[in-house]
């Protein structure tokens, strides 16, 4: 398994708990403490000798910030991605797994059980580029045959921060549990899963990740008590993007200044 963005947050959980199950190869953007191949993945040529004799590839690296210029999310998150698919496909990788975020549906008004069918609704240039990605990644499944699974990520952290990640945190084990699902499932072609724990108040369907194998075990209700209320958190809750989605971050069609 080659592992892109090793020395991230998700990369980090990731390659400490599934390196005993997989023989695992690690892609990093700089040096790091632990063995990787270190290149950046906006140069097709540099990452391909990373690829060559591994069987499966999990896709974690990006810019890791929601709000994100342009140049820097299409150069990152967007080409670095077209280039993992096709490196992939270059050295024969059978299955991808890429770190997709709620993100690509952000500007989806929020519902009690959001359903992986949802037509895509960015709602910011980082989410943007994970549609582009996710639709590249199918189009990659569809002509050369890949077993490809994206998972729309919700609130990675070590435990809820706020009310509305009470409903979208994804733990820690739970990220690990279901990257090792995405990796096992027998014949997945392309797929789409909701990366949450089982959280009680949770907004998003699990059903798709449970028929590949993911069967979440933690609970962000555990940590209710103490995750302090806010003014904003009713705001928060209104799209699936939470405040990604809201008028801070909007902008006029035209600026009118230029």
Known sequence: MLLTGAEGTIGTAVREHLGD???????????????SHVADISDLGA?????????????????????TPWDEVLRNNLVGSYNVFEAARRAG????????????????PRSDLLEVGVPPRADTFYGTAKVAAEALLQLYA?????????????????????????????????????????????????AVLYGISANTRGWWDLEPGRRLGYEPADDAEEFAA??????????DAAYVGGPYALDAFYRPAVDRQS
């Open 21 to 35: 199950r997989f023989e695992l190869v690690s892609l990093t953007l700089t040096p790091q403490r632990f063995p």
């Open 47 to 67: 990452i391909q000798p990373a690829f060559e004799g591994v069987e499966a590839v999990v896709h974690l690296a990006a810019s890791p910030a929601i709000e």
């Open 93 to 108: 990788v059978s299955r991808v797994v890429f770190a997709s975020s709620n993100h690509a549906v952000g500007r989806t």
């Open 142 to 190: 569809d002509r050369h045959g890949l077993d490809a699974i994206a998972c729309r990520i919700g609130s990675f952290t070590e435990r809820p921060e706020n009310a509305r990640a009470l409903s979208t945190w994804l733990s820690p084990d739970d990220c690990v549990r279901m990257v090792d699902a995405a990796l096992t499932a027998p014949a997945p072609g392309f």
């Open 226 to 235: 103490d995750v302090p209320a806010s003014e904003q958190d009713h705001a």
